[in-house]
């Protein structure tokens, strides 16, 4: 009888928990086994690994062939163990060194003729193998992916020839590199492509410093969207943690990590079709949806009243918490999901109440309906909600004769905002909790008596007032002002127009 242990990961959320590949060979009727929770494409390994050490001329032992994914309880899904199985068979056989593979893990799904076949989600992977202090071999499809975290050490291989030649010491395995480039950083949309609308431009930049979510509200053909699409533009660059992170949660979802795309700000725009399992994730196994794939990017929401409301109502909680928990009778996942939101609507379904070129063809109940597909506990959690209004098309010509601000302009700005914050409090306006906003929201005299009477006026929520001094507080912090002054509260007052027409939903 012959024993060899392997070590591999399995895939759970962003997590990538420890896999120990036991491989048996004892007398007996001769067969195959996997035992320990596998999926279909689990058990599927067998005629993978079967095949793959034939055409590679290894030996594939006539005895009664035991693999136990350990721990039993924890589901295995995927090609992942393809090669840690073969490894551990060809050690239990006596065809490797057994004693060269206990500092290693191995990952990666073989073809029949031995070649290694990328797998997803690698990044998680690396991360947790270079916690445990082993080197991990990967397929070469997945090296660009395992390169990014640069501490760890990870080699990579085309075939498991190569693979197993290493392990002997014949011919060693080269490390993965990681090549970044400058240009990737880029952003092509310039927010001085937006002519006029000064006061969402404004907006935008307060909520770009602060990490506050904005509605804008406005008719049709007003640059709502354009302006949207502007935000990555003006936000600074992703650290090497957060970068990670935004990895990390690529890395598992149905798409995969593009490296192409490595530090780049995520910017997710989901069709208003979509259900509640596109945008906050699902499946069998859970994948992450469109709110964790913006983490630490931008939620980009167009024709907010448009989406079901049920879907809408699923992101009231990760909005708050930065995270997502999905749970299902035999699993519970949990997500990151700290986005930026940023939505669009028209203030009617034709488009155009209000608006002083085109004539509204909507009933008061209708527009109510229309407005009513928006919970009012979702916009208390928007912190800002801004009206776009047309510009005439005169001053559409003049404004193609001035030269606008550039969104490297605007982002320094937006740069030396946020370090004052960090410095201040250790974290941005927007997640600010009760108590640390008591101690840091401190406000004037005028400005309080504005507030006072704002609430009592507009009938504000409590979430609703303390959205309100958080915006000031990133209005002041753009100013640098140390505290809250009346001038600072008024302009957050006037970002919450939805509050200020309440009556109309």
């Not at 350990?70 to 995927?78: F, Q």
């Not at 060809?90 to 191995?106: D, M």
Request: glycine residues 6%.
């Amino acid at each position: 009888m012959a024993l060899a242990i392997i070590y591999s990961r399995a895939s759970s959320g962003i997590t990538a928990p420890l896999v120990t590949v036991e491989a048996h060979l004892s007398f007996g009727m001769a067969g195959f086994f996997i035992v320990g929770l596998p999926e279909a494409a689990v058990k599927e390994s067998r005629d993978r690994v079967r095949s793959a050490l034939l055409n590679t001329h290894f030996e594939f032992p006539s005895k009664r062939i035991t693999i136990n994914l350990a721990p039993a309880d924890l589901p295995k899904e995927g090609g992942r163990f393809d090669l840690p199985i073969a490894l551990g068979i060809l050690a239990a056989s006596g065809q490797i060194p057994v004693e060269s593979l206990e500092t290693y893990e191995f990952t990666g799904e073989l073809a029949l003729s031995g070649e290694l076949r990328p797998v997803r989600g690698i990044l998680p992977v690396v991360l947790s193998s270079w916690q445990s202090g082993r080197q991990l071999i990967v397929p070469f499809h997945n090296s660009d992916e395992a390169a990014l975290v640069q501490q760890a050490k990870v080699l990579s291989a085309k075939h498991l020839l190569e693979v197993c030649a290493h392990l002997k010491g014949d011919q060693l395995l080269t490390s993965c590199m990681r090549h970044d480039s400058e240009s990737q950083l880029e952003n092509a949309l310039d927010i001085a492509d937006v002519k006029g609308q000064v006061q969402a431009k404004r907006a935008l930049e307060v909520a770009a410093a602060g990490q506050h979510s904005l509605l804008y509200l406005g008719p049709p053909g007003t640059g709502k969207t354009m302006l949207a699409s502007r935000l990555p533009g003006i936000l600074p660059d992703l650290t090497e943690q957060q970068a990670l992170e935004v990895a990390a949660v690529a890395s598992v979802s149905s798409q995969g990590f593009n490296p192409g795309t490595w530090k780049k700000i995520p910017f997710r725009s989901p069709h208003h079709t979509s259900s509640s399992v596109a945008l906050v994730g699902g499946g069998r196994p859970p994948r992450p949806g469109e709110i964790s794939l913006a983490h630490h990017g931008v939620l980009f929401l167009d024709e907010l009243p448009e989406f079901h409301r049920h879907v809408l109502e699923c992101m009231r909680e990760p909005l708050e918490s930065g995270s997502i928990t999905i749970s299902r009778a035999a699993i519970q996942m949990s997500f990151p999901a700290f986005f930026q939101l940023i939505a669009t609507m028209n203030p009617c379904p034709c488009g155009y109440a209000g608006s002083k070129s085109e004539s509204c063809q909507c009933s008061n109940e209708q527009i109510k309906r229309y407005l009513g597909k928006i919970s009012g506990p979702l916009l208390d959690r928007i912190d800002m909600h801004v009206e776009v209004t047309r510009l005439p098309p005169e001053f559409l010509i003049q404004a193609n004769q001035h030269e606008a601000e550039t969104s490297a302009t605007v982002r320094e700005r937006v740069i030396l905002s946020r370090e004052v914050q960090k410095q201040r409090q250790g974290k941005l306006n927007s997640v600010l909790t009760v108590p640390e906003l008591d101690h840091y929201g401190k406000v004037d005299a005028d400005a309080e008596r504005l507030l006072t009477h704002a609430v009592v006026k507009f009938n504000l929520s409590a979430r609703a007032y303390h959205r309100i001094v958080k915006v000031s507080r990133t209005i002041a912090d753009l100013e640098g002002s140390a505290v809250i002054k009346a001038i600072h509260l008024g302009e957050a007052l006037n970002y919450r127009c939805l509050d200020r027409s309440r009556i109309m939903i």
